[in-house]
């Protein structure tokens, strides 16, 4: 068989094969001017294979790991095509942080090109927001509910949309924004792109692929529930009350940005003053939280002020933070899948990360159901200054069988989602195409 030479005649299989570039991707040279300025210079795979797609105009599912750089796999095509067309760009997100975030990433590209943008965000005047809006941008960045008040009193003509992203798609649909998302979308015009993007893919992803998109090109990096690669993970099974004790003897091990999870806003609220207490800056990020409030603590925790930043899954979505050295789940989440998205808030961009959980001796079955999800074993670890618990005998029969009916009779196996997918795919035929 022979070898392929290249123009110098060395093997190209002998040579060491480049990196890969934003060259080569269909990418505008005046954005690959933009993208060398702001350092972008290696793209991630899901921008590897999401971009040159989008810019040829498919609608396009992106599942991909969270911290992939999911954002400029859209936000590339979305200014690439506006810069070429008439219409609004749209985009969807789930929280007021995250939205807040892909309108700088947005901004970055859009200001050589004179095109201005809009944040419509909960918890923000509305005035102001309306004066945005009458300046003409191309680009909306909107959460949902904020979206339609806008609609509602036609400060946003839903018709001029040519260009459709739902981000953290799932997280949308987890956080009971599905009749939103299905009431805009309504009013949006048919001929339009559409891409959603997700670290996983609920049935409900599914439907509104099968529903509101035209043959979607699926983008899969990593399977669903799939954990970044360079992050290390381990879990101490511990008792609810020694758990405080616990946490500030981690917090004396690890000296870099620390974000921690709580399950709900009243424990995050204890956890922060028992943080403050031991003596370590700490700020807290939940719904109950005003957007001045939540802007201050990411802000403080992006900045260094603080050491430790306790949120709840609803705000999770919008900590986009480089550095995070380390994720604690104080609390393991209800959904299993949320543990993915948790733990993905470090080891971003190609760091490392560790991620360290902590699970009550009744808890064997939350821990068997992200097992089965992340498809691997947690590592139990266990630290000198504290006793080593162990899973409860009954907790341990609860969750083997749960295990055990849902190898026979439960729609969620450990290939879940992508089982699901693959059912998908066979329903619509050769309609849904895989790249």
Same mark, same amino acid.
């Given at each position: 068989?022979?070898?392929?030479?290249?123009?110098?005649?060395?093997?190209?299989?002998?040579?060491?094969?480049?990196?890969?570039?934003?060259?080569?991707?269909?990418?505008?040279?005046?954005?690959?001017?933009?993208?060398?300025?702001?350092?972008?210079?290696?793209?991630?795979?899901?921008?590897?294979?999401?971009?040159?797609?989008?810019?040829?105009?498919?609608?396009?599912?992106?599942?991909?790991?969270?911290?992939?750089?999911?954002?400029?796999?859209?936000?590339?095509?979305?200014?690439?095509?506006?810069?070429? !067309?008439?219409? +609004?760009?749209?985009?969807? %997100? *789930?929280?007021?942080?995250? &939205?807040? $975030? @892909?309108?700088?990433?947005?901004?970055?590209?859009?200001?050589?090109?004179?095109?201005?943008?809009?944040?419509?965000?909960?918890?923000?005047?509305?005035?102001?927001?309306?004066?945005?809006?009458?300046?003409?941008?191309?680009?909306?960045?909107?959460?949902?509910?904020?979206?339609?008040?806008?609609?509602?009193?036609?400060?946003?003509?839903?018709?001029?949309?040519?260009?459709?992203?739902?981000?953290?798609?799932?997280?949308?649909?987890?956080?009971?924004?599905?009749?939103?998302?299905?009431?805009?979308?309504?009013?949006?015009?048919?001929?339009?792109?559409?891409?959603?993007?997700?670290?996983?893919?609920?049935?409900?992803?599914?439907?509104?692929?099968?529903?509101?998109? !035209?043959?979607? +090109?699926?983008?899969?990096? %990593? *399977?669903?529930?799939?954990? &970044?690669? $360079? @992050?290390?993970?381990?879990?101490?099974?511990?008792?609810?009350?020694?758990?405080?004790?616990?946490?500030?003897?981690?917090?004396?091990?690890?000296?870099?940005?620390?974000?921690?999870?709580?399950?709900?806003?009243?424990?995050?609220?204890?956890?922060?003053?028992?943080?403050?207490?031991?003596?370590?800056?700490?700020?807290?990020?939940?719904?109950?939280?005003?957007?001045?409030?939540?802007?201050?603590?990411?802000?403080?925790?992006?900045?260094?002020?603080?050491?430790?930043?306790?949120?709840?899954?609803?705000?999770?979505?919008?900590?986009?933070?480089?550095?995070?050295?380390?994720?604690?789940?104080?609390?393991?989440?209800?959904?299993?899948?949320?543990?993915?998205?948790?733990?993905?808030?470090?080891?971003?961009?190609?760091?490392?990360?560790?991620?360290?959980?902590?699970?009550?001796?009744?808890?064997?079955?939350?821990?068997?159901?992200?097992?089965?999800?992340?498809?691997?074993?947690?590592?139990?670890?266990?630290?000198?200054?504290?006793?080593?618990?162990?899973?409860?005998?009954?907790?341990?029969?609860?969750?083997?069988?749960?295990?055990?009916?849902?190898?026979?009779?439960?729609?969620?196996?450990?290939?879940?989602?992508?089982?699901?997918?693959?059912?998908?795919?066979?329903?619509?035929?050769?309609?849904?195409?895989?790249?």
């Amino acid at each position: 068989m022979p070898y392929k030479l290249d123009a110098t005649n060395s093997l190209l299989g002998k040579e060491k094969k480049p990196a890969p570039d934003f060259y080569g991707l269909s990418i505008a040279p005046k954005i690959l001017d933009i993208l060398e300025r702001i350092k972008f210079t290696i793209p991630t795979p899901i921008q590897l294979k999401a971009i040159p797609l989008a810019i040829q105009g498919n609608d396009i599912v992106g599942i991909a790991q969270t911290g992939t750089g999911k954002t400029h796999s859209f936000a590339i095509p979305m200014v690439q095509h506006l810069a070429q !067309k008439k219409g +609004l760009g749209l985009v969807l %997100a *789930p929280t007021r942080e995250l &939205a807040i $975030q @892909i309108d700088e990433a947005f901004q970055d590209l859009t200001r050589a090109f004179g095109m201005k943008t809009a944040c419509l965000i909960g918890g923000a005047p509305m005035d102001a927001q309306v004066q945005a809006l009458r300046r003409n941008p191309r680009v909306i960045i909107a959460t949902p509910g904020r979206l339609i008040d806008h609609m509602s009193k036609w400060n946003v003509l839903p018709n001029e949309v040519v260009m459709l992203v739902l981000d953290e798609a799932d997280r949308m649909l987890d956080m009971g924004f599905a009749p939103q998302i299905d009431k805009i979308l309504r009013f949006l015009p048919k001929e339009r792109q559409t891409m959603l993007f997700s670290a996983t893919i609920p049935k409900e992803i599914m439907a509104i692929a099968s529903k509101y998109m !035209k043959l979607p +090109l699926s983008v899969e990096i %990593a *399977p669903s529930g799939t954990t &970044a690669e $360079q @992050i290390t993970q381990e879990m101490y099974i511990v008792k609810k009350d020694s758990k405080h004790q616990l946490l500030n003897k981690i917090l004396a091990q690890y000296h870099g940005a620390i974000l921690l999870f709580s399950r709900t806003k009243y424990n995050a609220r204890k956890i922060v003053r028992s943080i403050r207490d031991a003596g370590y800056s700490a700020a807290e990020i939940h719904s109950n939280r005003s957007l001045n409030q939540r802007r201050e603590a990411l802000d403080g925790f992006k900045s260094g002020r603080y050491k430790v930043l306790v949120a709840t899954d609803i705000a999770a979505r919008g900590i986009d933070v480089t550095g995070i050295e380390l994720v604690i789940n104080y609390d393991l989440p209800e959904d299993a899948q949320n543990y993915v998205h948790r733990i993905g808030r470090t080891g971003r961009a190609g760091h490392k990360g560790h991620a360290i959980s902590f699970a009550t001796p009744d808890q064997a079955r939350d821990v068997r159901d992200i097992e089965k999800l992340i498809r691997t074993t947690l590592p139990i670890a266990k630290h000198p200054g504290l006793a080593m618990e162990q899973f409860s005998q009954s907790s341990h029969e609860s969750a083997h069988s749960s295990s055990h009916q849902s190898s026979r009779h439960s729609s969620r196996p450990s290939s879940d989602s992508r089982s699901k997918y693959s059912h998908f795919q066979k329903q619509r035929s050769n309609k849904f195409r895989r790249f």
